[in-house]
């Protein structure tokens, strides 16, 4: 047996847990009116998942649950859970990737409502979602259309559906729901994927425009760095140039530097260890001629002194020795002797004589003062002369006067020699000056030499530091060029200087003319003008962008693909599904109208009857009759097959179903059902009040075939009918008891039979 229990708790009547056994092929539920017997029917459509409050009979959950009695009090929320067996592990799900484990040999749904209406599901205790449930009892058959239930008043439910219910129905009981799922289930994944190729089409046109903006961008960046590139190459050349000639020429100028500092210094060495004049000396001289002059003077007046002394005792002697001369003393013009004037004479020739050979003004007026002393004194002594007494020659006195004469001579002797002692000191000092002089003369010659070498260092000095500064002004700019380079091209360009460096260091060719640089840097300029106007910067943010915007693209591209070719497959799939559901149909049809011919014929006693599948063209938008699955179909006209029911009553003309009789829809209705049931058999079948309409001979036929059904199916039957209830082995009899609540009572197959009659 498949279905194993079925547990009501607070379910409507049933106010207390109640359970009900299925170990029977067909087991039968009686009781009278309103005990509760219908509740158990809807009880299994409540947990198997039905939506339609409607075929509960109630307008909202609360209507499920137990409202109470005098006795009893009112449940909280109603639960039903059924029981399967699953010892052949029939059961799996299609489409889930739930946690819940079907490695069980029961398997048990629950479902529970609350008085907000709140619903939840479980399988074998673990919570899921109604498609989980409504997933897990397709696999074992069970549809969600409810063919196998037949509720109370419901046995012609097939007759009155339409024929697009009925086609649902019969492929409900054929088993191919499972591929109008997988068709809804791929026409909205194909939908789905037509939407994202459309929002992937938008979103690649929308980046497209950016893409070609970027393109561009690269373009200019590719271009700049082409330019950088030869840049790049000119800089090391330049760089490299230029460093060399900086180090190069610091290296000629240092060395220029040091030569001029040191001659330099030599010359001023030279310069300061110059002899000089000196002064000391030259006032020394000076002070020694003046005083030799001055001896000179001193030897000469007294030499003067002496000479007049002597010409006055010679004039004396003479006097002496010359006969008398008596003198007038009154007379005015007294006559002086020749010797007298003789002297005098000489006198004054050999003082004015002295005064013209001395060229200093004070020697001679030291020989002029000295000779107006001596006429002056001549004029005293002309009255002494004039009162001697002119006596006869003096012998004795001639004669000390010759002596006196004498020594006076002698004493002019060693004058002389003094004052030639004196020249002779003069000459020397002459000569001593005259040589200092000379010296002086050479000394000043040296130092004009010295001071124009001094002029011309001066003047290479002046030169070499403008040739400096000019070096130092190339050096600074060659510092900013490689600070810029470094930002254009990147740190590299401090190897290409350090390059010329060293190769001057290691000493080797001269570097480039400067005419060479110049044009080099002219060619650097230009480029850089061209980079500048570029404008682009390194250009790495606009690459990275472009490459991951057309990466991208690419990828949207490649889903574009991926998404044209799932449409395909899907499309395939769908194609696939349709024409196998629609041969499976078709087959399906061929044999129920076997058993239905069958059925029909057995309940009837002939006849005939059978299902064509008819295709209608239906203007529809909303498919109302698969809310669980809400389905939409935006087609205005949509080909619909259907599944339309043609009776032949025997010997009746009869063949409109609206026309039949209640009994006869019954019968119908059931042959219909059965045939369903045989073909594809479903786990249970639960028939509420079914045979209600049929009179003893129908009973028994319908009894009949409800053991021949229960060969396939097991059967729970609502009935009143004794024929049917003697053909159970089991019967649930319910009664409302004391409290007010449903009550179940299990009756063997014995009392059933004793029961039943
Ligand atoms: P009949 O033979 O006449 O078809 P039945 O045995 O099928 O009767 P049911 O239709 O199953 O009877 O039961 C109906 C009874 O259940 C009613 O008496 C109704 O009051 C009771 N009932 C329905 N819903 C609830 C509820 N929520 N709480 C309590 N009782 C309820």
Redesign the pocket.
Known sequence: MTLKSIELSGF??F?KKSTLSFNTPITSVV??????????V?AVRFVLGEQSMKSL??KGGV???????KMMPSASRASVTITFDNSKKIFNFTNSGLGVSLDYDEISISREVFADGGNTYSINGTEVRLKDVVDLLASVNIGSSGHHIIS?GEADRVLNASSKDRRAMIEDALGLKVYQYRIKESERKLEKTAINMKEVQSIRREIAPHILFLKKQVEKVEKSHALREELNGYYETYLGAESAYITTNTRALTHKRRMLDEKMLSLEERLANLPVYNTENANRESVERSEIIKEENRIRRASEELSRTLGRLEGMMDALKAPKIVENKKEENRVISFSEWSNLLDKCLSQIELALSSSEKESIFSVLSNLKNDLIHMRSNESKIENVETNDVNTDRINELENQRQNILNEIKELESEADKCREALRVLDLKTKESEVHLRDSERMRYEILGEKNEVSSDMHSLKYEEEKLESIKLSFESEVREASTLIGMQVLTYAQNGFKAQAEGEDAPASRSIQEELRRKIERIKIKLEDAGIGNGAEILKEYNETIERDQFLERELGDLATSSSTLQNLINELKDTLDTEFKEGVNKINTEFQNFFALMFGGGNANLTVVVEQKRQKKDEDVEMEGEVEDEEFALEKGVDINVSLPHKKVKDLHMLSGGERSLTSIALLFAMSQVNPPPFLVL??TDAALDEANSRKYGDMLENLSKFSQLIV?T?NRETMSRAEVLYG?T?GADG??KLLSISLVDANAYAK
Not at 31 to 40: L, R
Not at 63 to 69: A, M, N, T, V
């Open positions: 409507k009547s106010g009781g009278p009116n309103g005990s509760g017997k219908s509740n158990i809807e009979r109630g209507d499920l649950i137990f409202k109470g009695s109370q509420d009040e609502v009143h319910v409302v609540a449903s």
